[in-house]
């Protein structure tokens, strides 16, 4: 099956033309039979994009995304979640409640994806067993981050955590999005916002330890 998919940099100008060739639908309607959604964009999505123009198109334009444990991912979201608990002023033990019960609601739904798809009960446990050991990773990592980069109160005001943001920019069809893991404001030297963006890298906790400035 062909199609003349428009997914491509070819003729784009800068980033307003990437963008727009990225969102052109071309006539992928004639074999897909469900509407492109028009997402914002996201900094891992045109990611994508610059790697493989139809990995773009069908995870992002079309939701087709396989399912599946990805360790990283994983890490990553619970990483971000432990420590905008502790943002927000939460003790050790709600965090630990907090974190446990997504992880169980995880297991929940890969038993679930597996039980589908795989039908292997062995390599159903490996899975599961995989996320519990991942899951006492970010944990750790979280904690050791908390221990050696302490907020100070009297330094810094926790203005939001997890914010959301969307913007719209002048030659660019779709409205730019984000979300910053937590807006603090300084109260001594600067005295202003600063913008905290968490990034775990790497299951691996030497390469994680490598990215902490």
């Given at each position: 099956m062909t199609a003349?998919?428009?997914?491509?940099?070819?003729?784009?100008?800068?980033?307003?033309?990437?963008?727009?060739?990225?969102?052109?639908?071309?006539?992928?309607?004639?074999?897909?039979?469900?509407e492109p959604v028009q997402p914002d964009i996201r900094q891992s999505m045109m990611g994508d994009?610059?790697?493989?123009?139809?990995?773009?198109?069908?995870?992002?334009?079309?939701?087709?995304?396989s399912g599946g444990y990805k360790a990283a991912p994983f890490i990553g979201t619970l990483f971000h979640d432990a420590h905008a608990a502790r943002y927000m002023g939460l003790d050790d033990v709600a965090i630990e409640l907090r974190v446990t019960q997504?992880?169980?609601?995880?297991?929940?739904?890969?038993?679930?994806?597996?039980?589908?798809?795989?039908g292997d009960p062995v390599m159903a446990a490996r899975k599961i067993d995989a996320l519990e050991k991942d899951a006492a990773l970010a944990r750790v990592m979280s904690q050791i981050h908390w221990e050696t980069y302490p907020l100070d109160p009297d330094r810094w005001n926790v203005?939001?955590?997890?914010?959301?943001?969307?913007i719209k920019l002048d030659g660019i069809p779709q409205p730019i999005g984000g979300r910053l893991d937590a807006?603090?404001?300084?109260?001594?030297d600067l005295k202003g916002l600063v913008i905290v963006d968490h990034k775990t890298t790497s299951s691996s906790p030497k390469n994680w330890i490598r990215s902490i400035p």
């Open positions: 003349n998919i428009k997914h491509d940099m070819v003729g784009a100008t800068g980033i307003e033309g990437v963008i727009t060739n990225a969102f052109a639908d071309g006539d992928v309607r004639e074999w897909i039979p469900w994009y610059f790697r493989c123009a139809r990995l773009f198109l069908f995870r992002h334009r079309f939701r087709m995304v997504e992880v169980s609601d995880y297991q929940d739904k890969l038993h679930d994806w597996l039980e589908e798809h795989s203005v939001s955590v997890e914010r959301e943001l969307t807006l603090l404001y300084h109260k001594k």
